[in-house]
């Protein structure tokens, strides 16, 4: 990968238990619970099938007049892109549109082509919906790591990510910043006092304005 700020996936890496037609099922039971098995492997023997069925041709995709994929493989089809990128792209990057660099963006499309019969007009199709299977994967992970505590990737994912990986992602998951934005995203059981404080954070995550601080300060210390 060339890259620097959006370095590939080695596929042997793989992904293991995977479900949902956007992202993998992260396993939110502790060692003691019962554990849901996914379709990751599933999708994947299907989708050998398939080709096999086919005489080994691509699995042709169609489409409405909105652009979007119709048809009775539009769920495997979602769910293969999920798959892929849960393959190729690292969980430390945090906004596809900025970090995800052309030479990644090529690599999900040239791996979707593998097995889908898709035109070039629907490459935006594609990358979009790999940026929001990237996004719907790391907000399960951090459900996952929130409510088991844990200091490790889930176990269906020792393989796919890194312990240098799972450091950064949570490190970053953990900063004031990125709690107060998700906090915000469910106001309703938000206090107001947080909801003007994050409304006043810079690009640092710091309250730059010193009569906004301690007014926060002061709120904080009523409540």
Known sequence: MTGSGSPTRNKDRGDKDCSDEDCCHVDCSDSKGSKKKGRGKTILKKLILLRNKLGGKKILVDWNIKGQPTGKYRTMFRSHIGLIVRQEVPITIKN???EAD????????MEVLTTWDIDEKHRSYVLKAAGDSLKTFRVRLNRWRKKTGANHPPKQYADAITLEEWEEFVQHCTTENFVLKEMASNEASLPRYALFRAARLNKKGEVDNENARKIVEEI???T
């Open 102 to 109: 052309n030479t990644l963006r090529n690599d999900i499309w």
């Open 96 to 98: 596809w549109k900025t």
């Open 220 to 222: 904080v210390s009523l």
